[in-house]
């Protein structure tokens, strides 16, 4: 089969288009004829060779695809030759085929094609689970998004909006994002390049905070972010793209009754992710369903352009998803 390979770890010049082997199903596992895959910024970890899939997964990149059931293992019944699926995988989606465990797919719905169904499992569970699931999320908390056009970002903006319409939702973003984050719905777009992401929070909040804070900085943002949060009020940490580091201090957190939350998605045991899939499967997927919720498709580009894919995620200029799409 084609697939994305690496000369070496490091810059996306070193991505390629070679062969591998169709992987073989096992049991409690599906083979996908992958259609369609979609660029994460753990892609991007990967390919310099600092985010090694976990054991027995493939160590192609990609991490969500969508396409049709083309092989069933033992054991599996709820899947059958043909059905039009998406899946999270921990490895191997840049490809024409990809393995999948069985509960870690879900059913297309009639009105999303490919493309669209390629955008959803990494970013909008990721969302999902840590804005609202681990955060205890409940209609009229206050929310702070940091990411502007990053995938996950604008998919937690969307949940928030759609399952919380009580709710406010701040987000930090810059450059041209600001309008689109606005139009998506935001109720506050903060410039974090022009403000103080911690004082504007303190302003729109009348000195209240931040209920509940989504954040992939990690280190750079962790005081501004502990300023930011409300009493009782949880920080979500999902990535660490401005250090893995920083000082806390523990006293005011204790005070103000704090939590910080450290989630990742890809190493959770299988049977754990197939909970979560399932939840998610059942609450949010009707949005999906009915259109209240839309994948957000930045760019769509073919396999073969997976380096000018990982150049526009690297630049920043992307707002959603960036998809890749096998013929």
């Known amino acids: ?23 073989e199903v096992g049991a409690g596992q599906v083979l996908i004829e992958v259609a369609a895959t979609s660029v994460n910024r753990p892609d991007i970890i990967q390919r310099q060779g600092n985010y090694p899939p976990p054991p027995g997964d493939s160590e ?90 990053g995938g996950v970002n604008t998919a937690a903006l969307q949940l928030c909006k759609a399952m919380f319409p009580a709710s406010k939702v701040l987000v930090t973003a810059s450059g041209g994002k600001l309008a689109r984050v606005r139009e998506l719905g935001a109720n506050v777009v903060i410039d974090y390049r022009e403000e103080k992401f911690a004082a504007v929070v303190k302003s729109e909040t009348d000195g209240k905070g931040a209920d509940i804070i989504l954040d992939h900085i990690g280190g750079a943002y962790l005081a501004d972010n502990m300023k930011s949060l409300a009493v009782s009020g949880r920080l979500v940490v999902i990535g660490i793209m401005g250090g893995a580091s920083a000082e806390l201090n523990i006293a005011l957190m204790m005070v103000k009754r704090q939590s910080i939350i450290g989630s990742v998605l890809r190493s959770r045991p299988v049977a754990e992710k197939s909970r ?20 957000l498709i930045s760019d769509t580009l073919p396999l073969e ?10 630049a920043g200029s992307h707002f959603g998803k960036i998809v890749l799409t096998i013929n």
């Open 1 to 23: 089969m084609k697939a994305i390979q690496l000369h070496e770890f490091g810059g996306p010049e070193h991505l390629y288009l070679g062969e591998a082997p169709v992987p």
């Open 60 to 149: 192609i990149l990609g991490l969500e695809v969508a396409g049709t059931v083309s092989a069933i293992g033992e054991g599996v019944s709820q899947w059958e030759k043909g059905d039009r699926v998406f899946a999270l995988v921990g490895g191997g989606g840049y490809a024409e085929y990809v393995i999948a465990h069985a509960g870690h797919i879900m059913r297309i719905p009639d009105n999303l094609g490919f493309e669209q169904a390629a955008c959803i499992c990494e970013t909008y569970i990721t969302a999902w689970l840590n804005a609202i699931v681990l955060a205890n999320a409940a209609d009229g908390d206050t929310f702070l998004l940091h990411g502007g056009g």
């Open 276 to 295: 979560i899939i399932a939840d998610f499967n059942h609450t949010v997927m009707p949005l999906f369903a009915d259109g209240t919720i839309a994948p």
């Open 305 to 314: 352009q997976a380096a000018e894919a990982h150049r526009m995620m690297e």
